[in-house]
């Protein structure tokens, strides 16, 4: 283990009491060395018909027309003081495109590590560069850095490069592009990981792409499905990154993979400020941006039966020095006391076969293990007198083979979907038992990523937290405002992902 490896063993700042903020909320107070952020969540104009080619032209027009949006809402950012801007994933053209139907929409982005240059102000240099030149003055215009992402074209030779260069002689990327307040484009990165996206290619080597602002420091850029593994993700954490952008498209997959439960999660577990823009789509269960810190969030999240529009977020927050945050090492001996498990049963979550545990009881302390990977939960429950609702606690450590392989181990309790053990691990948007608890889990890993969820999806701030040498995680909770949906640590097995 590498001294910089060492250093990350704990990315859980512990002992911290604090509440968040809604975006109907307050935000936070100016403070020293801080920023004034903003991201945008997009409901977007889509094309109808994403499997039809289209004419550079008439792509444009279609792109206008989601540009205007991003003109407007940059407008109202700029008023707000904002300093830097966030557009989502897929944003400007949509989705669901094949690798010859988004041609029209694709523009050749050049490296800004290798030239320099201002789309607004040198708007000659590159033809069929609209979009680029448009998003730059924006910038330049509302004197922001303005973070958008759209589609890449970057010829490759066949001839020198057939093993990786695509047959028809051109990378076509999923993007994010970075400019400057006066407009210079500072930052390119292409995603990673794709998500089913048949239209874009994965680049040859992981990128690890960070850009400096003169007001916050560095930022490191990934997108979307990029957020659960290793590269680029964990690799910019490793290098002392602690805040990042974080356009998405995010499908939102209850009772663990929520859009704003993972930001969350992810924010505090990795001590991080997450800047996450998300698209707006009720067809497609996309709804779930913030601007989070590990000690506060400003979020938005669509409910069942809200109008079908963007939301604007706008906050301050502070500028994370890595200096201030050193680790802190709970070697103390876990407070949890734990009784032996009574009957377990299986049962599917998030496509996962996890191990699960009735809570019978309303006070009780249960475990429950899948194969040496064990939960431990000491609870109180106070529910409504007449509620027939179910929970359990449930294990899982395995690889995650559905939409994407990826190692876990997770520990979770949640509210069951109805009265029988098989709901136990369905979808839950709403719930009335709120909960005392204290859970924990021994991980394999130091990512571990704690979240909490309860009515209408809404986030809570674990009122506790503490990452014992040992790799136990331990999260504690009391006080609830409202019934617990989730409550969970996330652990990514970031090493056993290629096994």
Same mark, same amino acid.
């Given at each position: 283990?590498?001294?910089?490896?060492?250093?990350?063993?704990?990315?859980?700042?512990?002992?911290?009491?604090?509440?968040?903020?809604?975006?109907?909320?307050?935000?936070?107070?100016?403070?020293?060395?801080?920023?004034?952020?903003?991201?945008?969540?997009?409901?977007? /104009?889509?094309?109808?018909?994403?499997?039809?080619?289209?004419?550079?032209?008439?792509?444009?027009?279609?792109?206008?027309?989601?540009?205007?949006?991003?003109?407007?809402?940059?407008?109202?950012?700029?008023?707000?003081?904002?300093?830097?801007?966030?557009?989502?994933?897929?944003?400007?053209?949509?989705?669901?495109?094949?690798?010859?139907?988004?041609?029209?929409?694709?523009?050749?982005?050049?490296?800004?590590?290798?030239?320099?240059?201002?789309?607004?102000?040198?708007?000659?240099?590159?033809?069929?560069?609209?979009?680029?030149? &448009?998003?730059?003055?924006?910038?330049?215009?509302?004197?922001?850095?303005?973070?958008?992402?759209?589609?890449?074209?970057?010829? #490759?030779?066949?001839?020198?490069?057939?093993?990786?260069?695509?047959?028809?002689? &051109?990378?076509?990327?999923?993007?994010?592009?970075?400019?400057?307040?006066?407009?210079?484009?500072?930052?390119?990165?292409?995603?990673?990981?794709?998500?089913?996206?048949?239209?874009?290619?994965?680049?040859?080597?992981?990128?690890?792409?960070?850009?400096?602002?003169?007001?916050?420091?560095?930022?490191?850029?990934?997108?979307?499905?990029?957020?659960?593994?290793?590269?680029?993700?964990?690799?910019?954490?490793?290098?002392?990154? &602690?805040?990042?952008?974080?356009?998405?498209?995010? =499908?939102?997959?209850? @009772?663990?993979?929520?859009?704003?439960?993972?930001?969350?999660?992810?924010?505090?577990?990795?001590?991080?400020?997450?800047?996450?823009?998300?698209?707006?789509?009720?067809?497609?269960?996309?709804?779930?941006?913030?601007?989070?810190? @590990?000690?506060?969030?400003?979020?938005?999240?669509?409910?069942?039966?809200? @109008?079908?529009?963007?939301?604007?977020?706008?906050?301050?927050?502070?500028?994370?020095?890595?200096?201030? =945050?050193?680790?802190? /090492?709970?070697?103390?001996?876990?407070?949890?006391?734990?009784?032996?498990?009574?009957?377990?049963?299986?049962?599917?979550?998030?496509?996962?076969?996890?191990?699960?545990?009735?809570?019978?009881?309303?006070?009780?302390?249960?475990?429950?293990?899948?194969?040496?990977? #064990?939960?431990?939960?000491?609870?109180?429950?106070?529910?409504?007198?007449?509620?027939?609702?179910?929970?359990?606690?449930?294990?899982?450590?395995?690889?995650?083979?559905?939409?994407?392989?990826?190692?876990?181990?997770?520990?979770?309790?949640?509210?069951?979907?109805?009265?029988?053990?098989?709901?136990?691990?369905?979808?839950?948007?709403?719930?009335?038992?709120?909960?005392?608890?204290?859970?924990?889990?021994?991980?394999?890993?130091?990512?571990?990523?704690?979240?909490?969820?309860?009515?209408?999806?809404?986030?809570?701030?674990?009122?506790?937290?503490?990452?014992?040498?040992?790799?136990?995680?331990?999260?504690?909770?009391?006080? =609830?405002?409202?019934?617990?949906?989730?409550?969970?640590?996330?652990?990514?097995?970031?090493?056993?992902?290629?096994?």
């Amino acid at each position: 283990m590498s001294l910089v490896e060492e250093t990350m063993v704990l990315l859980l700042v512990v002992f911290v009491s604090f509440s968040l903020t809604s975006a109907v909320g307050q935000t936070e107070p100016a403070v020293d060395c801080s920023y004034v952020a903003a991201v945008y969540e997009h409901n977007l /104009v889509l094309n109808p018909e994403p499997r039809v080619p289209l004419s550079r032209p008439a792509a444009l027009q279609h792109m206008q027309k989601n540009l205007d949006v991003y003109e407007e809402q940059a407008a109202l950012a700029a008023q707000q003081g904002a300093q830097i801007l966030v557009f989502p994933e897929d944003g400007l053209q949509g989705f669901n495109f094949s690798r010859s139907s988004i041609s029209g929409y694709l523009e050749t982005i050049p490296d800004p590590q290798q030239e320099s240059w201002n789309p607004c102000t040198e708007p000659g240099k590159y033809n069929n560069t609209e979009v680029l030149q &448009r998003l730059s003055c924006m910038a330049r215009r509302y004197n922001l850095y303005l973070v958008a992402n759209m589609a890449d074209l970057q010829p #490759c030779s066949l001839k020198t490069d057939p093993s990786s260069c695509p047959s028809d002689g &051109r990378w076509q990327f999923n993007t994010n592009v970075v400019f400057r307040s006066d407009g210079l484009l500072v930052a390119r990165y292409h995603k990673h990981n794709l998500y089913f996206e048949e239209s874009f290619d994965t680049p040859p080597q992981p990128e690890i792409t960070t850009f400096d602002t003169p007001f916050a420091g560095k930022f490191g850029l990934i997108i979307c499905f990029d957020i659960l593994f290793h590269e680029p993700t964990v690799t910019l954490l490793e290098k002392g990154v &602690r805040q990042l952008i974080f356009p998405t498209a995010w =499908m939102n997959q209850l @009772p663990l993979l929520d859009a704003i439960q993972f930001q969350r999660a992810f924010s505090i577990g990795a001590n991080v400020t997450l800047l996450a823009a998300n698209t707006r789509n009720d067809r497609l269960i996309m709804t779930g941006s913030g601007i989070y810190t @590990p000690s506060s969030a400003t979020y938005h999240h669509a409910q069942k039966g809200d @109008p079908e529009k963007g939301r604007l977020l706008v906050a301050r927050v502070p500028v994370l020095d890595p200096v201030l =945050m050193e680790q802190s /090492v709970v070697t103390e001996e876990g407070v949890v006391r734990v009784l032996s498990s009574t009957t377990t049963f299986t049962s599917s979550m998030m496509y996962d076969p996890f191990t699960f545990i009735l809570l019978n009881e309303t006070e009780s302390k249960v475990n429950v293990c899948d194969g040496t990977f #064990c939960c431990h939960l000491q609870y109180r429950r106070s529910p409504p007198g007449d509620s027939k609702e179910l929970y359990a606690l449930g294990a899982f450590a395995g690889t995650h083979t559905v939409n994407g392989r990826y190692a876990l181990q997770v520990c979770a309790l949640v509210r069951c979907a109805g009265s029988d053990v098989s709901s136990c691990g369905q979808e839950v948007e709403e719930a009335e038992s709120k909960m005392d608890f204290l859970l924990e889990g021994r991980f394999g890993t130091r990512y571990v990523y704690p979240s909490l969820l309860v009515n209408k999806l809404v986030l809570e701030q674990p009122e506790h937290l503490e990452t014992a040498a040992d790799g136990r995680v331990t999260m504690k909770h009391s006080n =609830m405002t409202d019934g617990l949906v989730t409550a969970c640590l996330y652990g990514r097995m970031y090493h056993l992902d290629n096994e």
